[in-house]
């Protein structure tokens, strides 16, 4: 490929000054894979951290690069402005690779995403949200088991052990209140908690079609009785825990074909409605009865080493430069 790219990440600690550090410095794993598959691959590139989007519209301006690998996840100015990165590259008139600005921001605000996929007639929990306009009437909740969680917040960020509890519990405003106070202020989605598999799903676009790698499970079989069963920050992202220790991945997920069919149907339906591009991941809980719930749409996840996304192009038995190759072209091509 006779042309070079320039590889923009965020600079880990500009966004959150410390918070959520364990996220935001995860990015610089993505770089390094990356830039060594483009080198495998013979494309030339630079790479270039920015800490706003000012400085990432003047890296573009001392660039002669014609593409632009999205890897900038946060900025200072909050959730939202991580999402504008593809317009500001479109303005520059540069090619971007994954989903555009209106995807991100779609998919990064919960409650929104719901609604779409709600009206493509794919299955979300029930949910509400909660925050500074005024504390919403929860008796409009299911009866049962609700997740606490940031509504505009990605990698976990926001989300403990605490999150889980039932939707007839006194304590519920105290605990939206406690999640919402540890995401900054930001407003929080209460939604009903599917008991079930967690199970997640990557996709992306090649050659002009779109590739679902086998289903990935969280295997939760180590929690004791009564440890609340979820992927939250801490089973994310603090390796020395218990949580991330013992909720390993299973490629190929176990499932039944017609079930394992169902969720991979849903999670293409997924794609579709929030408009996605390039790559992504859907996140799933299972119901007893093989029913699959979308919990979140990804677009552009995590794609270090050591996440799902590239463990699961592994189990599908695609090579991870090979992967990275089909992003770039998917992002230069006519359609896009």
């Known amino acids: 490929m006779n042309f070079t790219v320039l590889l923009a990440h965020n600079v880990p600690g500009a966004a959150f000054g410390g918070a959520w550090q364990e996220s935001d410095a995860g990015v610089m ?3 390094e894979a990356v830039s060594r598959a483009l080198s495998t691959l013979g494309i030339g590139h630079e790479v270039r951290g920015v800490a706003s989007a000012g ?3 003047g890296a573009l301006s001392a660039s002669g690069s014609g593409l632009v690998f999205n890897l900038v996840e946060q ?3 909050g959730p939202m402005e991580a999402c504008r990165v593809p317009d500001i590259c479109a303005a520059a008139g540069r090619r971007c690779t994954g989903s555009g600005s209106e995807c991100l921001a779609l998919c990064l605000d919960k409650g929104r995403t719901k609604d779409v996929l ?3 007639g794919v299955k979300a929990p029930a949910g509400l949200r909660a925050g500074a306009g005024g504390e919403p009437d929860y008796s409009l909740l299911p009866a049962g088991k609700v997740i ?4 505009d917040t990605d990698a976990s960020e926001g989300i403990g052990a605490d999150s889980v509890l039932d939707s007839r519990d006194p304590a519920l405003p105290e605990v939206v209140k406690r999640v919402s106070d540890r995401s900054g202020g930001r407003d929080v989605l209460v939604e009903s908690y599917i ?6 799903v990557s996709l992306f676009e090649d050659g002009g079609g779109l590739r679902t790698m086998p289903l990935a499970e969280i295997d939760f079989s180590a929690f004791p009785p009564g440890m609340t069963r979820i992927v939250d920050y801490t089973a994310k992202w603090k390796t020395d825990s218990f949580e991330y220790l013992n909720t390993p991945r299973v490629i190929p997920a176990p499932f039944e074909e017609s079930v394992a069919r169902r969720i991979r149907v849903a999670a293409a339906a997924a794609w579709l409605a929030a408009g996605c591009r390039g790559y992504a991941r859907v996140d799933f809980r299972v119901s007893a009865d093989g029913t699959p719930w979308v919990l979140e749409v990804n677009p552009n996840p995590d794609i270090s080493p050591d996440a799902g996304f590239a ?3 592994k189990a599908g038995g695609v090579e991870y430069a090979s992967f990275v190759e089909a992003v770039v072209k998917n992002a230069l091509s006519p359609d896009v």
């Open 29 to 31: 794993a993505e770089v």
């Open 55 to 57: 400085e990432l519209a």
């Open 75 to 77: 900025l200072p100015g």
């Open 118 to 120: 709600a009206e493509a």
């Open 148 to 151: 606490v969680k940031p509504a």
């Open 195 to 200: 008991t079930g598999r967690e199970v997640n």
């Open 311 to 313: 463990a699961a192009l």
